[in-house]
């Protein structure tokens, strides 16, 4: 018996030992691979931006005239109005190793800044619009909301309030033409947001 004991430990161990190797060979492979292309990465010259998807800002269709004696409010309309003076692209979900693959090391700072001024925009959309739906504007406050969705946004809080938004308004159905946006996300809130659809979906059963 002991054996027996002594010996399904030794196959134990050896297995393990030998899972563990292999692991840490793949993990070496990965960070040689993660270094070779960031070499190359950095060694890219600099490229043409004339294919980047630039989001322009629709003023035109945003209440700038509501709710002007909210402090906090005044400050999203500026911040946006700057905004709409500046390149924003959607980079969520790309690497800077990718992008310096793509569009050359030189362009790395320029297109990190794009990237930050959507990062800025979607979470400002999403802060204007709670503020105009909590005070009872709610159609502005829903087209906002659809605005930033279109653009691929992944902050989960505009679905979840969007979702709210369709279910009041008694289109329940306008949920569903959320999904295709959802799940080609490039973020790792991906699989939140779907999650937040289906239940918004479920709940309306």
Do not use: H
């Given at each position: 018996m ?40 950095n ?57 310096k ?54 902050v ?10 369709y279910k ?5 159905e ?9 799940e ?22």
């Amino acid at each position: 018996m002991n054996f027996i004991i002594n010996a399904s430990v030794l196959i134990f161990s050896a297995v393990t030992f030998l899972y563990l190797i292999k692991s840490k060979k793949k993990e070496s492979a990965a960070e040689e691979d993660f270094w070779a292309r960031e070499r190359a990465a950095n060694n890219t010259r600099r490229k043409p931006l004339d294919d980047l998807d630039y989001i322009k800002i629709p003023l035109e269709e945003f209440p700038m005239d509501l709710l002007e004696e909210v402090p906090k409010v005044e400050d999203y309309k500026q911040i946006i109005l700057s905004l709409s003076e500046l390149p924003i692209v959607n980079f969520t979900g790309i690497s800077n190793t990718e992008l310096k693959l793509r569009y050359g090391a030189p362009n790395i700072d320029l297109l990190t800044s794009y990237d930050q001024n959507y990062t800025l925009l979607v979470r400002t959309l999403q802060q204007w619009a709670q503020a105009l739906y909590d005070s009872g504007y709610v159609d502005e406050a829903m087209r906002m909301l659809e605005f930033s969705v279109s653009t691929g946004t992944d902050v989960s809080a505009t679905y979840r309030l969007l979702c709210q938004i369709y279910k009041e308004r008694n289109t329940p159905e306008k949920i569903g033409d959320l999904y295709p946006i959802a799940e080609i996300l490039n973020s790792a809130m991906q699989k939140t947001i779907v999650r937040i659809l289906q239940e918004a979906d479920q709940s309306d059963d």
